[in-house]
């Protein structure tokens, strides 16, 4: 897991006649799958590096800024779920990737399943961490509750890295945004997606769903789904708890057993639920 001294460079490429900004690491296993991070709602990929910079052993790692948010150029309109998983499946293409694993945090757990629903031949796996959209985020006004106390939990060395992008994203665009994040259906996504994938929940979480109904749809969940929680984690995960999550992401990507890090903030736990 070791990446935390790996090189980063920057660059930008063009998609759709737009300049799209991302984040690369240099170095790594050379035999590692690549990893690309997908931030969240009205938010840049900023705050997803100290998870990425940690997985930088694995290989390379890239974490884009989507069309719109961060450095990136916004587009004419605020780009859908699918619009956004095909800018995605451009960026692998773009960068030369065969197959990726892709690590999403809130919106980009839905993004993720987009992905890999469209083309699963381009994902060797995929990581949801903290997943947002679907049922537990309805009706609208309930999900901007949720964000509103989401908001009081988080870390406050989160507000500088989040402010400013969210300011820039604007809140006509959020609310835009977030209304078909609620509607996305990612539970039937999740049952249907034949990816690898590692579901991270917060305990902390108010976006998340209660943990009866997480044993609910981890019963429906096909064998390749495994569920882990992290205590003490609100949403961003990525962030609050990058040492703990990396490590839970790197156990699982090398085939290992998933336990805690006694020597990082929060407390792992494997969901364990019977298959239906």
Do not use: K
């Amino acid at each position: 897991m070791d990446g935390a001294r790996t090189a980063w460079l920057q660059g930008r490429m063009t998609i759709g006649g737009r300049s799209l900004f991302y984040r690369r690491s240099v170095g790594g296993d050379p035999a590692g799958v690549p990893i690309l991070h997908v931030h969240g709602f009205a938010i840049s990929g900023s705050y997803l590096m100290p998870t990425a910079r940690l997985l930088a052993g694995h290989g390379t790692n890239v974490v884009p800024d989507l069309p719109g948010y961060g450095r990136s150029a916004r587009p004419a309109r605020t780009m859908s779920i699918p619009d956004l998983a095909g800018v995605v499946l451009e960026i692998v293409d773009r960068l030369g990737f065969e197959r990726v694993v892709l690590v999403g945090n809130s919106m980009g757990c839905p993004i993720g399943l987009e992905v890999a629903y469209e083309a699963p031949e381009r994902v060797q796996g995929l990581v949801l961490v903290s997943p947002a959209g679907g049922y537990q985020n309805r009706p609208l006004r309930r999900a901007l509750g949720q964000l509103a106390v989401d908001g009081v939990r988080e870390t406050p060395r989160m507000m500088p890295v989040a402010v400013p992008d969210y300011v820039r994203f604007g809140p006509l665009n959020a609310l835009r945004l977030f209304g078909e994040l609620t509607l996305y259906p990612s539970q039937e996504r999740l049952l249907a997606v034949s990816v690898p994938t590692l579901a991270v929940l917060g305990d902390r979480d108010p976006l998340m769903p209660s943990p009866t109904r997480v044993r609910e749809v981890g019963r429906l969940a096909p064998d390749h789904v495994t569920i882990v929680r992290i205590e003490g984690a609100a949403h961003a995960i990525n962030f609050s708890h990058a040492g703990e999550l990396a490590g839970v992401i790197s156990a699982w990507l090398d085939g290992r057993e998933i336990v805690d890090d006694p020597d990082q903030p929060g407390h792992t736990r494997v969901i364990q639920v019977p298959r239906a």
